[in-house]
């Protein structure tokens, strides 16, 4: 992972979760991780922030075994208080009642410090870029007024185009749910809240939990939790835990679908963990206590992570439906090669169900009983349709499997590769020497 390379490789860096009295950086607990070089079986464990890949977003670390002094735990506090937001979601809420009671001309919105303004507070932000005149429209779609947060490593806010949002508000209303819980899909439930807002007949409702804080200037306190996925830490504390628990027992907790798009940088193992306590939570409103049944889940995400996601829930399945994204450059929907999206729909509903939109180029195959795309072809001997990135794959007799078109099999690597590629016999050294036991990143020779 990055932090691996960060911390100069070639060492291994293995997640083992959430541990009980972690230490916290202003993310809430830390994780647990264990490094352990090339060659020393031992290694050592530290803690790190859940929530950033990189140490630029947040510098916290720790040895597991390291003792820390009473005065650096009180800094640390100290510290993780001061990183907190200014203004509780409470005092946002309190803000907005004021700013939607102005006229026009005197609702502002400051660019530099993303807040909406009161006019008392002008005066502070007079050197500051602003919008004025802020419609309702606008303030029904706050994801278009904010700026994405673009660190990757951290955010990795990329907003679904209205195009998935439209198609994933039809799919979830057309298979009969009324709650949606939004874990960092914020377009998605604005989308639903404004369509809530201006539709009598419009009868779901959502709950967005979202690390971005700024959300909390638009949504009262039952449409927003300050949430972060990869430790599940509700930054409101019990009174945010009560919001989230009340809107998944409504209903005997029927009728309700959690839709999460994680970073993709992020760990699936802490999100797994986090998912599992969410569903959880909703199992507890369950009266006749099925302990089978599963809250049903979209987790979007790229098709490449399936075997990790499958590890996790194993009755998940991946939809072929390309998720893309407004402000990704490499996630838009294309027509053609590279330019697809990778991103798709993982999910605990029967696939069957999931029906896609034929003009979109999706068709139903009866054998596997689920929409596919169009290029995605029926391998007669995989007895499926193989394809996984939305190109029409070839079946390799010698590896017993369909691969992309791109790829060939080779009978030195044994496997089937690029066309051009070194073989594997030959490149188990470094790419710089040519040496054996170094990646190029470490190589002495450099």
Request: aromatic content about 12%.
């Amino acid at each position: 992972g990055d932090m691996a390379a960060a911390a100069g490789d070639p060492s291994r860096l293995a997640l083992l979760g959430l541990a009980y009295g972690a230490p916290c950086c202003p993310h809430g607990p830390t994780l647990l991780f264990h490094k352990t070089s090339q060659g020393k079986e031992e290694g050592r464990r530290f803690y790190a922030c859940s929530a950033c890949r990189d140490r630029k977003g947040c510098s916290f670390f720790q040895w597991e075994d390291e003792k820390v002094s009473e005065a650096r735990l009180a800094a640390r506090e100290e510290y993780n208080r001061n990183h907190q937001p200014p203004s509780t979601h409470t005092q946002n809420v309190e803000r907005y009642r004021n700013f939607i009671q102005l006229p026009l001309p005197k609702r502002r919105f400051c660019q530099e410090c993303q807040l909406l303004l009161l006019p008392a507070e002008w005066e502070e932000h007079s050197d500051h870029q602003f919008l004025s005149d802020i419609s309702t429209a606008q303030l029904k779609r706050p994801s278009q007024l904010l700026f994405p947060l673009e660190n990757k490593k951290i955010h990795a806010q990329y907003l679904f185009t209205d195009r998935s949002c439209q198609f994933l508000l039809d799919l979830i209303t057309d298979l009969g749910f009324r709650r949606v819980l939004c874990v960092g899909t914020p377009r998605l439930h604005e989308v639903i809240q404004s369509k809530a807002s201006q539709d009598d007949d419009f009868k779901v409702r959502s709950l967005l939990l979202d690390i971005d804080f700024r959300y909390s200037q638009f949504y009262a306190e039952d449409e927003f939790c300050h949430y972060n996925m990869f430790n599940h830490f509700f930054f409101g504390g019990e009174v945010a835990h009560k919001t989230c628990r009340k809107f998944l027992h409504e209903d005997s907790g029927e009728g309700v679908i959690m839709v999460t798009d994680p970073p993709f940088g992020g760990l699936v193992g802490a999100l797994a963990s986090s998912f599992k306590k969410l569903v959880e939570m909703w199992k507890k409103a369950e009266k006749e206590a099925d302990t089978n049944q599963e809250m049903p889940m979209f987790w979007i995400f790229p098709y490449f992570f399936e075997s990790r996601i499958l590890e996790f829930f194993p009755s998940f399945n991946m939809m072929d439906y390309q998720v893309d994204y407004d402000n990704h450059a490499l996630y838009k929907h294309g027509k053609t090669g590279r330019r697809q999206s990778p991103v798709r729909i993982f999910t605990n509903l029967t696939p069957s169900m999931i029906v896609l939109p034929a003009e979109e180029g999706y068709r139903f195959c009866s054998i596997c009983q689920r929409y596919v795309s169009s290029d995605n072809q029926h391998c007669d001997i995989c007895n499926s349709c193989t394809s996984k990135d939305g190109r029409r794959w070839k079946h390799c007799g010698l590896c017993k499997k369909c691969v992309k078109p791109t790829l060939f099999h080779c009978k030195n690597c044994n496997s089937c590769t690029l066309q051009n590629h070194v073989c594997e016999k030959t490149n188990s050294g470094c790419f710089v020497c040519g040496k054996a036991g170094h990646k190029r990143s470490a190589c002495p020779s450099l």
